[in-house]
């Protein structure tokens, strides 16, 4: 079992940045990829940002390319995701996942889900 902690959500004005945090403890895999996905009132989960194990290849949606960058630190077990430029239509639940065969955009690939942070962005 891999359980996933995320961090790092609240409350920013429009503008701001936030980074997100996931930290994964128990197994862990030396393949497949970790993704950020987000949710917002009355709209389905929506795939956000992916990075393979080794850090070498992302994956971003079009509505975050340029301003949202992910990121790893294998040591540390954790995955970042740092937002700029946040706009009110980045306000959701940001959940993180990982998947054990799998790197990409396609939530139902994704293994094991952390429960979310909120992030909400005022203007």
């Known amino acids: 079992q891999v359980q996933l902690v995320e961090s790092g959500g609240g409350l920013v004005q429009a503008g701001g940045s936030l980074r997100l945090s996931c930290a994964a403890s128990?197994?862990?895999?030396?393949?497949?990829?970790t993704g950020w996905f987000r949710q917002a009132p009355g709209k389905e989960r929506e795939f956000v940002a992916a990075?393979?194990?080794?850090?070498?290849?992302?994956s971003y949606a079009d509505s975050v390319k340029g301003r949202f960058t992910i990121s790893r630190d294998n040591a540390k077990n954790t995955v970042y995701l740092q937002m700029n430029s946040l706009n009110s239509e980045d306000t959701a639940i940001y959940y993180c996942?990982?998947?054990?065969?799998?790197?990409?955009?396609?939530?139902?690939?994704?293994?094991?889900w952390g429960q979310g942070t909120q992030v909400t962005v005022s203007s």
């Open positions: 990075i393979i194990w080794s850090g070498r290849s992302t």
């Open positions: 996942a990982v998947a054990k065969g799998y790197y990409g955009s396609d939530r139902g690939w994704y293994d094991y």
């Open positions: 128990g197994r862990t895999f030396s393949s497949g990829g």
